[in-house]
């Protein structure tokens, strides 16, 4: 499997906290590498991608229905700034060399006539295709924030409409952020102090 990775699609108020390839029953086809890149507003969702690599994988043909897993674990904390309510994270797993076979009969094809769930509808694998065969799970949790006072940041580029949790910004653009904060605590919120801090060679005066 060519240039195989895992990628998470998740809220930009999701951070990434850490991976774990387990080593219980492991059959290591691969080694996963526990520092993703991070790629936000991906493919114009308006989520943040984590992409992890899983080098040098090697997924052999066998005729047993079990021959070991390779489990692998991930995860994510809220911040402060995730809304309220039900929130979905998408999974995939993308690498090259796949098909848009959907008989399971070609190589290196994700067994399944699906002809939805299972379709590289972002293009992960950059080849211009959205038909491709993928390995794809997704699943919703609800969130429900503390009970303090919340202070959430949001910027865009003045060139733009939306304020998002990220952005991705340019030497010379200019940047408006928008700090709102509400009270999810049990009582009045009081003397109420706000302090932001940038970096001194991001302020344009």
Same mark, same amino acid.
Do not use: C
């Given at each position: 499997?060519?240039n ?25 086809? #691969? ?15 308006g ?14 043909k066998?005729t ?49 006539s ?32 503390p ?8 910027q ?9 949790s ?31 801090? #940038? ?5 344009r005066k």
């Amino acid at each position: 499997m060519q240039n195989a990775k895992v990628i998470f699609l998740v809220d930009p108020e999701l951070e990434f906290d850490s991976a774990l390839h387990h080593n219980y029953q492991a059959q290591y086809r #691969f080694t996963l590498n526990t520092t993703p890149q991070r790629v936000d507003n991906y493919k114009g969702t308006g989520k943040t991608a984590y992409v992890f690599d899983l080098d040098n994988f090697t997924l052999p043909k066998r005729t047993s229905t079990f021959s070991g897993v390779d489990r692998l674990y991930f995860n994510f904390q809220p911040t402060t700034s995730l809304e309220e309510g039900e929130h979905t994270v998408e999974a995939f797993m993308t690498w090259d060399n796949n098909s848009t076979d959907a008989s399971g009969y070609a190589p290196n094809t994700v067994y399944s006539s699906s002809t939805v769930d299972f379709l590289d509808k972002y293009d992960a694998n950059n080849n211009g295709s959205t038909t491709d065969r993928l390995s794809y799970q997704s699943f919703k949790f609800n969130f429900i924030p503390p009970r303090a006072v919340i202070l959430t940041k949001k910027q865009k580029l003045t060139t733009e409409t939306n304020y998002n949790s990220a952005i991705n910004a340019e030497s010379g653009d200019i940047v408006e952020y928008k700090l709102s904060a509400w009270n999810n605590s049990i009582d009045n919120a009081r003397e109420l102090n706000v302090m932001d801090i #940038f970096h001194r060679k991001t302020i344009r005066k």
